[in-house]
């Protein structure tokens, strides 16, 4: 079969399209044809090597598609099943072998593509204005790259639940985005001297209750700096780079701030959780509390091209890698 394989780490280049071997499960896994890929910051790091794989890898960590076959001790899906997962490399590809226990029973309503498209950042919305930061009605709250795909979701979650949004993005078509879904400010980031000061002139003067940072390095020192007293930072990214090693001590000094640096597995580490997220996931893109758009469908021999616009910031919304051939034309009717 055809799929995308890492031999080494580094930039987009290192996406080569091979054939494979067709995945054969083992015991307690399932074989599923995919439908839809989702492509993630996550892609990146593995690919990056910041967060290493064994060589050579299949990248993608979101996917949606049908069971074609199951190992022995399969009880929790069937061949022919409708099922996303999240957290599992090796969606770039035709087929992939995936613990039936990660897997998600799909919804009749819910298709391929929006499955492939929201689940990983959907759960990872859910748990930061859920558990990571609770937000409460009332709160204003920061959001940096509000136009991207993961911000777009957390906007309208924040919104949803009661929340004002001051957004950053980098351009004024990607404030508009960040505004329709429910954004009360925007900030251009790159038309500011000092974003935190501006984050506070947008607020009354005061800081903010909490910062959702997926940028990273560019914008951490800003995201402390915009918090009040007691005030919380989640870092659930680094879109930007890492943030440098620093002295804790700055947390105190800026109002005895508190940071969490939180990833998705954790937040659905048994299978009652990682289902009781997918479900209110899904209830939400059925009652349009999240919307999800998908912008850009590349072919598997595109997955190169799909990171290098992901990475230089050219997109909005969420990107899917779809294996068939005529994801090419499906995405240039899309885009036009």
Avoid: C
Avoid at 24 to 44: C, H, I, K, Q, T
Avoid at 92 to 111: F, H, K, M, N
Wanted: charged fraction near 20%.
């Amino acid at each position: 079969m055809r799929a995308i394989q890492v031999y080494e780490v580094g930039g987009p280049e290192v996406l080569q399209e091979a054939k494979v071997d067709q995945p054969r499960p083992g015991l307690g896994e399932a074989v599923v044809e995919v439908a839809a890929s989702g492509v993630n910051f996550l892609d990146v790091y593995h690919r990056e090597g910041r967060y290493s794989l064994p060589l050579p890898f299949t990248p993608g960590a979101e996917g949606a598609g049908t069971v074609v076959e199951v190992g022995p001790g399969v009880a929790d899906v069937a061949v022919g099943d409708r099922v996303g997962w999240v957290e599992i490399p090796g969606t770039y590809a035709e087929r992939a072998v995936v613990d039936s226990s990660r897997l998600v029973p799909l919804p009749d309503d819910i298709g391929f593509e929006t499955a492939a498209a929201v689940l990983l950042q959907g759960m990872t919305a859910h748990y930061l204005v859920k558990d990571a930061y609770p937000v409460q009605g009332g709160d204003t709250v920061l959001v940096h790259a509000a136009a991207g795909g993961m911000g777009l979701l957390l906007t309208q979650l924040i919104t949803h639940l009661g929340g004002r949004v001051i957004g950053t993005t980098s351009t004024t078509a990607k404030a508009e985005l960040a505004k329709r879904a429910g954004a009360a400010e925007v900030i251009l980031s790159s038309a500011v001297d000092d974003l935190a000061a501006e984050v506070r002139r947008l607020n009354g003067g005061q800081g903010l209750p909490v910062v959702f940072d997926g940028v990273g390095a560019h914008t951490f020192d800003a995201s402390l700096a915009s918090l009040r007293t007691r005030g919380h930072l989640v870092l659930f990214g680094a879109a930007s780079g890492a943030v440098p090693p620093f002295d804790p001590i700055r947390l105190a000094h800026g109002g005895s701030l508190t940071l969490i640096r939180p990833s998705l597995g954790d937040f659905i580490a048994d299978r009652s959780e990682l289902l009781r997220r997918a479900a209110d996931v899904f209830e939400w893109v059925r009652s349009k509390a999240l919307e999800v758009t998908v912008t850009g469908r590349y072919a598997l021999s595109e997955a190169a091209q799909a990171h290098s616009d992901l990475e230089a910031r050219r997109t909005t919304g969420k990107l899917l890698v779809v294996p068939d051939a005529a994801a090419i034309g499906r995405r240039e009717e899309t885009q036009s």
